[in-house]
């Protein structure tokens, strides 16, 4: 029980750290990976004007689409390929992957 106790802490500690970290290196640095056939965060807020990167992590192409054309779409995305976009007017976004459209994901525009 303690050894568990000390472990969590450990991990506690290593995320605040990153944290940390990615503040110093860009304060509007907004990122959904896509790994596993998700886009992670699935819901993503952020604030007009901000950019959005997605970053594909698997082997297999993916895009993004928005489902009412509310920004460009991608081209198919490659391992380790990025797509970027400016978040636009207030309002929430979906999106999919037209590859395998079961795959969603949702961003939330609040005023900047
Ligand atoms: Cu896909």
Redesign the pocket.
């Known amino acids: 029980m303690l050894f568990a106790i000390g472990f969590l802490s450990l991990i506690h500690f290593s995320f605040g750290q990153g944290d940390k970290e990615a503040g110093a290196n860009g304060a509007n640095k907004n990122q959904i990976v896509?790994k596993d056939?998700h886009f992670t965060p699935e819901t993503l807020t952020v604030k007009s004007g901000e950019k959005i990167t997605w970053v594909n992590r698997?082997e297999?192409?993916?895009?993004v689409v928005s489902v009412e054309k509310q920004f460009k779409k991608s081209s198919a995305l490659d391992t380790d390929q990025e797509f970027t976009i400016t978040a636009g007017a207030p309002g929430t976004y979906t999106y999919f992957?037209s590859?395998?459209p079961k795959?969603t994901g949702t961003i939330i525009v609040e005023k900047s």
């Open positions: 896509i056939f698997d297999e192409p993916h895009t992957c590859v395998h795959m």
